[in-house]
């Protein structure tokens, strides 16, 4: 896809939710059921089902994902997306581009050790190192059009409403 493509599949969309804001509200799902070994949680993903459980640094044996860690993949998965469709958009070429996403969690706040320690993913950073002959500043204004426009980084920002129903 070039920018001229990019542009034309983008357009109608633009369009579109100009004229009707409800059109733009998009669903999005995730399911999963926890009726594996206990605690852990299936997740199922595009062709996959991974399998979440506690990290070793809570009580886990390595042997499952960490839900921080998928976190971390969804992220850098959104953010690497954006950067790439950003760049396209705006002319600059990205020959390859490698992503890193990084950050630390305080297990006491998990655990309930400490109720000061915040519980969740803090410090969350992500770097991105491209091939490109693109100058620093626009280098700069990728780095802040993808972090603006990302999805899920953008949905960090506030807790998600957890339910718990009788079946």
């Known amino acids: 896809m070039d920018a001229h493509e990019l542009r034309a599949a983008q357009a109608p969309l633009k369009e579109r ?6 059109d733009a509200a998009t669903p999005v799902t995730a399911t999963g059921d926890g009726s594996g070994p206990a605690p852990t949680f299936s997740v199922r993903q595009t062709g996959a089902v991974t399998r979440a459980g ?16 998928m976190l971390l993949e969804a992220v850098l998965a959104c953010a ?18 490698e992503g890193r ?4 969690f305080d297990a006491r706040g998990t655990l309930g050790v400490d ?3 915040p519980v969740g993913i803090q410090d969350l950073a992500l770097e ?3 091939d490109t002959d693109a100058t620093d500043q626009q280098l700069e204004r990728l780095g802040k ?21 009788r079946a």
């Open 54 to 69: 506690l990290h070793a640094a809570t009580g886990g044996d390595g042997s499952d994902a960490c839900s921080g860690d």
């Open 80 to 97: 690497g997306v954006t950067l790439r469709a950003v760049a396209l958009a705006s002319g600059v070429e990205l020959r390859s581009v």
């Open 145 to 165: 059009m993808a972090e603006r426009y990302c999805v899920v980084g953008q949905s960090l920002a506030e807790p998600p409403a957890i339910r718990v129903r």
């Open 128 to 130: 991105f190192v491209a």
């Open 17 to 22: 939710y100009k004229q009707s804001g409800a």
């Open 115 to 117: 109720r000061s320690v």
């Open 101 to 104: 996403a990084e950050a630390t």
